[in-house]
């Protein structure tokens, strides 16, 4: 019996001491943090604010009439001067109005002319063909200025940045159906210049621009202050406009951008 109880003892001491002199895992150390590559502005003391780029000029156009899209004559992307076409509706009630008003001041014309050289005839007649005459030139005028409300035309040099209409679709009035906007000057607003900052800011200041997207840094200058204040989580906030000194190439309309203006 003795025995017995030995030989299990001396099992579970071994057993023990292998155990405990087994080596235990030790973690791998960490690896050492990369420091990332500086972006950004490099600050010297001025007044910063976060901001957007937008275009110099832009506008939202809808239609001041309900009708059918007609054509769509651009495309995203295309260049159009001030007075091109851009979209037509079909509308074939003023088109008409304008052939009837057309035809109407043709013949007021042949009467007005046919009692002109009259000078045996009394000249109230004559008067009287006169005065119905430019009655039509005016409805003329009036159907013109209708149906060139079926058509959409650039209002300045621009872009076409987005058509929300395709062929075929309906026009409601006031609906946006084209966004245009000058892609070739771009300027950057800032989006959170607080009331206690822009109090610093005037006109003409020297600014430093970078631009995430396109990691650039470039320079402008204070163009615009707003006069009117706008709220962004709670807080009192100025835009302030920037115009650039040299626009950089891919700069494209709300990519974001950090400003630093300098105030002194």
């Not at 200025?145 to 009035?173: C, M, N, R, S, W």
Request: charged fraction near 20%; hydrophobic fraction near 45%.
């Amino acid at each position: 019996m003795k025995k017995i109880f030995w030989t299990t003892f001396l099992a579970l001491t071994v057993t023990l001491a292998a155990c405990s002199s087994a080596p235990t895992s030790t973690p791998p150390p960490a690896a050492p943090a990369t420091a990332s590559a500086p972006t950004g502005l490099i600050l010297s003391g001025g007044v910063v604010a976060s901001a957007d780029v937008v275009p110099a000029q832009d506008t939202h156009m809808s239609f001041v009439v309900s009708a059918p899209v007609k054509e769509v004559l651009v495309k995203t992307g295309d260049v159009v001067t001030a007075g091109q076409a851009l979209i037509s509706l079909y509308s074939p009630d003023l088109e008409l109005s304008v052939k009837a008003a057309e035809l109407a001041v043709q013949s007021a014309n042949l009467e007005y002319q046919y009692w002109i050289p009259r000078y045996d005839r009394p000249p109230e007649r004559r008067e009287q063909a006169k005065a119905e005459l430019d009655g039509v030139n005016a409805k003329l005028e009036t159907a013109k200025a209708l149906f060139a409300q079926t058509t959409l035309v650039a209002p300045f040099d621009a872009t076409v940045l987005d058509i929300k209409i395709q062929p075929g679709e309906y026009a409601q009035a006031g609906q946006i159906v084209i966004v245009l906007g000058d892609a070739a000057h771009m300027q950057i607003k800032t989006t959170d210049l607080s009331e206690r900052d822009v109090t610093a800011v005037q006109i003409g200041q020297s600014a430093n621009v970078y631009i995430e997207a396109l990691d650039v840094t470039v320079t402008g200058k204070v163009l615009q202050i707003s006069p009117v204040s706008e709220t962004v989580g709670g807080d009192v906030v100025y835009p302030v406009t920037i115009e650039l000194d040299e626009q950089p190439a891919g700069l494209l309309w709300g990519m974001s951008a950090e400003v630093e203006i300098q105030i002194e």
